[in-house]
């Protein structure tokens, strides 16, 4: 699936546009804080129902706007044609539409058009806590599992009913009925992301050394309680410090993925080149999953990735993402040159379009 035509109304700084798209690499070009990355966003949006930069649906509205519009045209393999058109007015909820008819829950929507992003924001998976390194799991694997999206549900859910009992009764009958909900839900979730960790591990390594020359050993391993007990069991062990502290204390809403290089910490000892070409790698290796998976490549998203990445890199990184395996890419970058020059080797279809603040010209 690749987008065709994009159309925005009122979506951030941009008042009306409209884009058709190369199914190959499309480059976005200009200078910081104009509106490169909410094109990138906007392409997102559409797919995931929502913004990939922790903003409210109101705060995607264009300022003395009170509504926005993001419409896509996508096209498969045989030229069958899907419109995607997310909508939102202050006051009223959000509405997502496939082909003109809205969806009931926006977790229907989730995984027909699979995205991988590539961004700064990337970082905050090294730095930040775990929630935002689960946050990316479920993300990820919510994109081809569905039984693994509506188990997550089913567990956020039952963990905030045990959460708001526990304030308020010791009832052991109650508790043993949210444990044993609980515990149903987490198995699925415990299973998906240990196997999914252990399919990026290799991957991850692969692109790595592709991308730097460093020789360091980097990898990724799943922390979880579930590792050594099951839920009901941590969850019995531990009910007097949850009756305590008035929430549940252990569970797979605690679980975390470790980076490591050279059996270090990655946040403390990894240098921001080796972080940069880790966080790179993990995205590549999330991307061959989710194409192994659905049987369809995902879209592409790079935005401004070439920061703090030398041309060596950079190169690399274009040669890998132009050849084979990978589908329609949508790049953002400041520097028209760097682009230039970082295209010329691969030989790719590719558009490049001009970006001025609120506008875009091919």
């Given at each position: 699936?690749?987008l065709?035509?994009?159309?925005?109304?009122?979506?951030?700084?941009?008042?009306?546009?409209?884009?058709?798209?190369?199914?190959?690499?499309?480059?976005?070009?200009?200078?910081?804080?104009?509106?490169?990355?909410?094109?990138?966003?906007?392409?997102?949006?559409?797919?995931?129902g929502?913004s990939?930069?922790?903003?409210?649906?109101?705060?995607c509205?264009?300022?003395?706007?009170?509504?926005f519009?993001?419409?896509?045209?996508?096209?498969?393999?045989?030229?069958?044609?899907?419109?995607?058109?997310?909508?939102y007015?202050?006051?009223?909820?959000?509405?997502?539409?496939r082909?003109?008819?809205?969806?009931?829950?926006?977790?229907d929507?989730?995984?027909?058009?699979?995205?991988?992003?590539?961004?700064?924001?990337?970082s905050?998976?090294?730095?930040?806590?775990?929630?935002?390194?689960?946050?990316?799991?479920?993300?990820?694997?919510?994109q081809?599992?569905?039984?693994?999206?509506m188990?997550?549900?089913?567990?956020?859910?039952?963990?905030?009913?045990?959460?708001?009992?526990?304030?308020?009764?010791?009832?052991?009958?109650?508790?043993?009925?949210y444990?044993?909900?609980?515990?149903?839900?987490?198995?699925?979730?415990?299973?998906?992301?240990?196997?999914?960790?252990?399919?990026?591990?290799?991957?991850?390594?692969?692109?790595?050394?592709a991308?730097?020359?460093?020789?360091?050993?980097?990898d990724?391993?799943?922390?979880?309680?579930?590792?050594?007990?099951?839920?009901?069991?941590?969850?019995?062990?531990?009910?007097?410090?949850?009756?305590v502290?008035?929430?549940?204390?252990?569970?797979?809403?605690?679980?975390?993925?470790?980076?490591?290089?050279?059996?270090?910490?990655?946040?403390?000892?990894?240098?921001?080149?080796?972080?940069?070409?880790f966080?790179?790698?993990?995205?590549?290796?999330?991307?061959?999953?989710?194409?192994?998976?659905?049987?369809?490549?995902?879209?592409?998203?790079?935005?401004?990735?070439?920061d703090?990445?030398?041309?060596?890199?950079?190169?690399?990184?274009?040669?890998?993402?132009?050849?084979?395996?990978?589908?329609?890419?949508?790049?953002?970058?400041?520097?028209?040159?760097?682009?230039?020059?970082?295209?010329?080797?691969?030989?790719?279809?590719?558009?490049i379009f001009?970006?001025?603040?609120?506008?875009?010209?091919?």
């Open positions: 699936m690749y065709r035509k994009l159309t925005l109304i009122n979506f951030k700084n941009l008042a009306e546009q409209t884009l058709a798209l190369n199914r190959g690499i499309n480059c976005f070009v200009g200078d910081n804080g104009t509106c490169k990355t909410n094109i990138v966003d906007a392409v997102y949006y559409l797919s995931m929502r990939a930069l922790a903003m409210s649906d109101g705060q509205v264009r300022h003395g706007e009170n509504f519009v993001v419409e896509g045209d996508y096209a498969d393999r045989d030229e069958r044609h899907e419109q995607i058109v997310c909508t007015q202050r006051g009223a909820q959000k509405v997502v539409k082909n003109g008819k809205p969806y009931e829950r926006l977790s929507h989730v995984g027909l058009i699979p995205v991988v992003l590539v961004s700064p924001m990337d905050m998976l090294i730095s930040d806590a775990a929630e935002e390194r689960r946050r990316y799991i479920n993300g990820f694997i919510s081809f599992d569905r039984e693994y999206m188990a997550l549900i089913r567990y956020n859910a039952t963990l905030a009913e045990r959460n708001k009992f526990l304030k308020i009764s010791s009832d052991e009958q109650m508790l043993q009925i444990d044993a909900q609980l515990a149903a839900s987490a198995v699925k979730i415990h299973q998906m992301r240990a196997r999914v960790v252990e399919q990026m591990r290799p991957i991850v390594a692969e692109y790595y050394a991308m730097s020359l460093d020789r360091e050993q980097i990724i391993t799943y922390r979880s309680e579930l590792n050594e007990r099951p839920l009901e069991e941590l969850l019995a062990a531990s009910r007097e410090k949850d009756l502290n008035g929430f549940t204390t252990c569970g797979v809403h605690r679980d975390d993925i470790l980076f490591t290089i050279g059996d270090m910490p990655l946040r403390k000892y990894g240098s921001q080149g080796q972080q940069k070409s966080l790179i790698a993990l995205k590549m290796a999330q991307y061959r999953i989710i194409a192994d998976e659905r049987g369809e490549v995902p879209i592409l998203l790079l935005d401004d990735v070439f703090k990445l030398d041309e060596g890199r950079v190169g690399e990184l274009m040669r890998l993402v132009a050849g084979e395996g990978f589908g329609q890419i949508v790049i953002t970058d400041c520097n028209r040159e760097r682009m230039v020059r970082a295209l010329a080797p691969c030989g790719a279809e590719h558009t001009d970006v001025t603040y609120g506008r875009v010209i091919e």
